[in-house]
């Protein structure tokens, strides 16, 4: 089936990388940054020039589009959905895409940057590109690959079944968000509109992933006040907000962070202080497998802030706690069908399945908890977020395959 099809994700990926889509967390508006319509939009006008017809950009930033069914047969709607926007940890601006030929397992060092090396000894999933084509950035920002690989894979399979109308498939539709790295990417998501039964994200790393569990995830804010006063005239009534902050953060217990936790484990992790004297705010994210064992986290902490204000007379604190997002096995558990056909999806495209947890989240996980189960495929990311990103481009087009190996199964299946 794919013997005489050029796969198009690759091309369409080193354009898209060059658009910088960063999404801006310190942002309250939505999207975050205006930016992330640029790519959106073009996403669009490829759509309409496939022939996808309803192809179109909201207000809030979200593409949508539909490829119509091949079959008369009721075969449930699918969605697959990619986030356009890369993380704020890296910039994003000026991004140059280097593809790399028949990899060989040397180092590969980035011109713009050469103190940036990507070492097979520290990036072992390298053997299995051995011969292969890479795709790298110049060294002074991230590539992208997270999420716009998924993005140019979506693009490629629409290509494919617009081009391939002998497939058989149902209805399927197509969902591009933005701001997904700051944990806002379906905030104005129309479901309704959608109109679909489930989902897929195409936002994962190795190939044969399929990951149908994430963090259960809530942000904690701990607010300290202090006592202001006059540094020349503050003995016995300064209480420095400042420094009860950094009592709390030394008191933070290391088994319980980022660094020395792996698999299933948890963790409570500080990500952002701002303040004064008189007045200091620290942001935490807490993260966790199981949703019960967040509360026991964030009364761990506040135990460690009320400890150690209590003993700074005339401070005191506030402790609040949001939920950003939950474990999407607590939904996909009753819905087996849609991970088997990822499955056997998979298989077909002559993999081995690799079922995996994500240590974070995905729009995936939220759109579960809003009707829409979304487990996470497979699209090639590796070492995201930093500027040792790379992708596989036979990687890439193993994930088209996939995709279409899946809407096939979900028509056989109905």
Same mark, same amino acid.
């Given at each position: 089936? *794919?013997?005489?099809?050029? *796969?198009?994700?690759?091309?369409?990926?080193?354009?898209?990388?060059? *658009?910088?889509?960063?999404?801006?967390?310190?942002?309250?508006?939505?999207?975050?940054?205006?930016?992330?319509?640029?790519?959106?939009? &073009?996403?669009?006008?490829? &759509?309409?020039?496939?022939?996808?017809? +309803?192809?179109?950009? %909201?207000?809030?930033?979200?593409?949508?589009?539909?490829?119509?069914? /091949?079959?008369?047969?009721?075969?449930?709607?699918?969605?697959?959905?990619?986030?356009?926007?890369?993380?704020?940890?890296?910039?994003?601006?000026?991004?140059?895409?280097?593809?790399?030929?028949?990899?060989?397992?040397? %180092?590969?060092? #980035?011109?713009?940057?050469?103190?940036?090396?990507?070492?097979?000894?520290?990036?072992? @999933?390298?053997?299995?590109? =051995?011969?292969?084509?890479?795709?790298?950035?110049?060294?002074?920002?991230?590539?992208?690959?997270?999420?716009?690989?998924?993005?140019?894979?979506?693009?490629?399979?629409?290509?494919?079944?617009?081009?391939?109308?002998?497939? $058989?498939?149902?209805?399927?539709?197509?969902?591009?968000?933005?701001?997904?790295?700051?944990?806002?990417?379906?905030?104005?998501?129309?479901?309704?509109?959608?109109?679909?039964? *489930?989902?897929? /994200?195409?936002?994962?790393?190795?190939?044969?992933?399929?990951?149908?569990?994430?963090?259960?995830?809530?942000?904690?804010?701990?607010?300290?006040?202090?006592?202001?006063?006059?540094?020349?005239?503050?003995? %016995?009534?300064?209480?420095?907000? #400042?420094?009860?902050?950094?009592?709390?953060?030394?008191?933070?217990?290391?088994?319980?962070?980022?660094?020395? /936790?792996?698999?299933?484990?948890?963790?409570?992790?500080?990500?952002?202080?701002?303040?004064?004297?008189?007045?200091?705010?620290?942001?935490?994210?807490?993260?966790?497998?199981? /949703?019960?064992?967040?509360?026991?986290?964030?009364?761990?902490?506040?135990?460690?802030?009320?400890?150690?204000?209590?003993?700074?007379?005339?401070?005191?604190?506030?402790?609040?706690?949001? $939920?950003? @997002?939950?474990?999407?096995?607590?939904?996909?558990? +009753?819905?087996?069908?849609?991970?088997?056909?990822?499955?056997?999806?998979?298989?077909?495209?002559? =993999?081995?399945?690799?079922?995996?947890?994500?240590?974070?989240?995905?729009?995936?996980?939220?759109?579960?908890?809003?009707? &829409?189960?979304?487990?996470?495929?497979?699209?090639?990311?590796?070492?995201?977020?930093?500027?040792?990103?790379?992708?596989?481009?036979?990687?890439?087009?193993?994930?088209?395959?996939?995709?279409?190996?899946?809407?096939?199964?979900?028509?056989?299946?109905?």
């Amino acid at each position: 089936m *794919f013997d005489q099809y050029v *796969f198009t994700a690759a091309e369409r990926f080193c354009r898209y990388v060059q *658009f910088d889509t960063q999404s801006d967390p310190l942002s309250s508006a939505f999207p975050s940054t205006e930016k992330q319509k640029i790519l959106s939009q &073009l996403l669009v006008n490829e &759509l309409l020039e496939m022939g996808i017809d +309803d192809a179109h950009i %909201d207000d809030f930033g979200y593409v949508y589009a539909t490829i119509p069914a /091949t079959t008369n047969k009721s075969v449930p709607v699918i969605c697959f959905c990619a986030h356009v926007d890369t993380a704020p940890d890296c910039s994003g601006t000026g991004v140059k895409p280097l593809i790399h030929k028949n990899y060989s397992g040397a %180092d590969i060092v #980035l011109p713009d940057d050469t103190t940036q090396v990507i070492r097979l000894s520290e990036h072992p @999933y390298l053997n299995n590109c =051995l011969g292969k084509e890479l795709i790298t950035a110049s060294g002074t920002t991230l590539l992208g690959s997270d999420d716009k690989a998924g993005v140019a894979e979506i693009m490629d399979l629409a290509h494919f079944l617009v081009t391939h109308p002998e497939v $058989e498939h149902g209805t399927i539709k197509i969902l591009f968000t933005p701001d997904e790295e700051v944990g806002r990417g379906v905030n104005h998501v129309d479901l309704k509109k959608l109109g679909a039964e *489930f989902g897929y /994200t195409l936002d994962g790393g190795d190939p044969g992933m399929l990951e149908d569990e994430n963090f259960s995830a809530d942000a904690v804010e701990v607010i300290i006040h202090g006592v202001s006063a006059h540094p020349g005239a503050a003995k %016995d009534k300064l209480v420095n907000a #400042l420094k009860i902050a950094g009592e709390v953060l030394a008191a933070l217990p290391r088994e319980l962070s980022p660094e020395a /936790t792996t698999g299933k484990e948890g963790f409570l992790h500080p990500v952002h202080v701002d303040g004064i004297a008189e007045r200091c705010a620290i942001s935490f994210i807490i993260r966790d497998f199981v /949703t019960s064992k967040l509360s026991e986290k964030e009364a761990l902490l506040k135990s460690i802030v009320e400890s150690i204000v209590a003993v700074h007379p005339g401070a005191r604190f506030e402790f609040k706690v949001h $939920e950003q @997002y939950r474990n999407m096995k607590e939904i996909l558990k +009753d819905h087996p069908r849609i991970v088997e056909y990822a499955l056997e999806a998979i298989r077909r495209t002559g =993999l081995t399945p690799i079922p995996g947890s994500i240590r974070g989240g995905t729009d995936g996980s939220r759109l579960s908890f809003m009707g &829409l189960p979304c487990p996470n495929l497979f699209a090639g990311q590796q070492a995201i977020h930093s500027k040792l990103e790379h992708i596989c481009i036979q990687d890439m087009n193993k994930s088209v395959e996939m995709l279409v190996h899946l809407v096939q199964v979900a028509a056989e299946k109905s």
